[in-house]
T-cell receptor
Framework: EDKVVQSPLSLVVHEGDTVTLNCSYE??????LLWYKQEKKAPTFLFML????IEKKSGRLSSILDKKELFSILNITATQTGDSAIYLC?????????FGDGTTLTVKP | DVKVTQSSRYLVKRTGEKVFLECVQD?????MFWYRQDPGLGLRLIYF???????EKGDIPEGYSVSREKKERFSLILESASTNQTSMYLC????????????FGQGTRLTVV
């Protein structure tokens, strides 16, 4: 059975801090690792990672994949209160995604 | 912009009722999915479909069925609703057999009393 584990489950930081969210996976016929951000409604897409060692960046967010060790990290630098959300990672194979439980990030002013 | 629309944001139903949750996407996606999301349990896949009239069980299909008569519409059916099916239900769609992201609907919060 495919499995994705995220850590920590929750995190409370202050504005300006840097955070690292972890995601390990065991997915048969793995194709890609996806990161989503979920605020009060539907998850919205952040990154898709398919190759090891290549960092993807979008503003203060960045992510990298290690296909040998089967994990990914999501970094957020200079956090803002608007970064407060649940961050989900998912491993995919042939279009089907297995999600982790998510990391709930709270950024305090 | 891809749009995935779920028919209701909030729904309250009685135990034993038959419940239909509807999902429509407008991007001609082949893949459609139904998840439920519960605190501490993440998103769990109920059923998915790669094509019209085809369906596959996900990780927690018990107590649910689905219907995909048209490519753009994927319905989740609770044959006899129970209180343990109180949850947030999310529909998603994506391109066929692809590795790209799924697009989610806004969710339906179902309460079974």
């Amino acid at each position: 059975e495919d499995k994705v584990v995220q850590s920590p489950l929750s995190l409370v930081v202050h504005e300006g801090d840097t955070v690292t969210l972890n995601c390990s996976y065991e997915v048969t016929n793995f194709r890609s690792l996806l990161w989503y951000k979920q605020e009060k409604k539907a998850p919205t897409f952040l990154f898709m990672l398919t190759s090891s060692g290549i960092e993807k960046k979008s503003g203060r967010l960045s992510s990298i994949l290690d296909k040998k060790e089967l994990f990914s990290i999501l970094n957020i630098t200079a956090t803002q209160t608007g970064d407060s959300a649940i961050y989900l990672c998912a491993g995919t194979n042939a279009g089907k995604s297995t999600f982790g439980d998510g990391t709930t990030l709270t950024v305090k002013p | 912009d891809v749009k995935v629309t779920q028919s209701s944001r909030y729904l309250v139903k009685r135990t034993g009722e038959k419940v239909f949750l509807e999902c429509v996407q407008d991007m001609d996606h082949e893949n459609m999915f139904w998840y439920r999301q519960d605190p501490g349990l993440g998103l769990r896949l109920i059923y998915f479909s790669y094509d019209v009239k085809m369906k596959e069980k996900g990780d927690i299909p018990e107590g649910y069925s689905v219907s995909r008569e048209k490519k753009e519409r994927f319905s989740l059916i609770l044959e006899s609703a129970s209180t343990n099916q109180t949850s947030m239900y999310l529909c998603a769609s994506s391109f066929a057999r692809s590795i790209t992201e799924a697009f989610f609907g806004q969710g339906t919060r179902l309460t079974v009393v």
